[in-house]
């Protein structure tokens, strides 16, 4: 059968005592624990950080015979003109004339996103003041405007600003010249 | 006194359990773990609180970064399906053997008459920078469009199913390529899709 031959390289033959080694059996596992657990990091650092999120953006049909538009009252829209620079312009009811704004602000928590929270509570109080049923229904509905100046970050944070606020009627819509011009004369177009 | 007795412990730990966990760990991780494949187009995505995941299958995903736009469907057989018809209709003919090698492209940005001279490149060579220069999607020569509708027909066709659409647009993106982006998928009555973002982890 296979045996293995250690040691005794044909020094003493016949008779001699073959000492074997009293070595010891437990062999040191420390640097192959430190390499596997080097290796687990490295794949739950790989694995969490390659699954990509992602947001749902649902656009209108265009294909659809269009109906008749559905009339929103002026104070119930907010619309926020995305400018350069990571500054948006927003305005409450029509540009030509607006029941407040428009105002320059940034993106965030210090910047557009009380002012969407506290439009959104108007909003809903004066439905509730007014008996609406379904106050979902007759929500703020705001309208982004994206110009050419501003990039697909100023885009998705806009879209993420709607999530976190919890607005559930938003619109993108082309940029008209008049807005281009409030973006110009703010110095952010 | 008395005499205090030391007692003579070995310092040494114990490591095999701890080994036999070690590795049992790390096989479960390198089992489920996907591996990450270097793309064509390198993407940095925007950051977005919103955590839905995307879809592993039936997705082709739209990489928008410096006006350049790749694209790339995922499963094998609706790749092939996709090149040969796209083949067809731009008059180019592929071999069996470029189909083959084209199924293993994750994600390509060339002209369709250019596609033959990209699969017969090296794979290292291919994700090298300025190699593809995106595909063609202006209102004169749009294969983007067609690239979109013929994946979407043939995932139809083979497993009787929309496919989802992905845009990975770089956080740097002009807005107007993505409009036009979204407006060829909006024209085919695609209204519904994801968009890439990384997570947010700074305070917004």
Known sequence: MAELNTGDGGGKKGGGKVRSKKSNPGVDLTAMVDLAFLLITFFILTTTLSKPQSMNLALPDENKPEETPPETPAWRTLTIVLGSNDKVIWYQGGLDNPIDGPVVATY??????DLIINKKKYVDDRNKAAGEPDLEKVGITVILKPSEKSNYKNFVDILDEMAITGVKKYATVDITPEDIKSLETNSIY | MAKL????????VDMTAMCDMAFLLLSFFIMTATAKVPEAL??????STVQTKLPEENLGTLSIANSKVFYGVTGREVRVETLKRMGEKYGVAFTDDEQKKFSLIDGFGVDIRQMKQLIAMKNEDRMKENVQPGIPYDS?????????????????????KDLDIAIKGDAKEEYPTVKKVLDILQKQSKNNFFLVTGLRSEDF
Do not use: C, F, H
């Open chain 2, 42 to 47: 390198p993407v940095e995505t925007p950051a």
């Open chain 2, 140 to 160: 004169i020569n749009n294969q983007l469009t067609d690239w979109i509708q013929i994946s979407r027909n043939v995932t139809k066709d083979l497993d009787q």
């Open chain 1, 108 to 113: 965030g928590k210090k910047g557009i996103r």
């Open chain 2, 5 to 12: 007795k030391m007692s003579k412990k070995s310092t040494k």
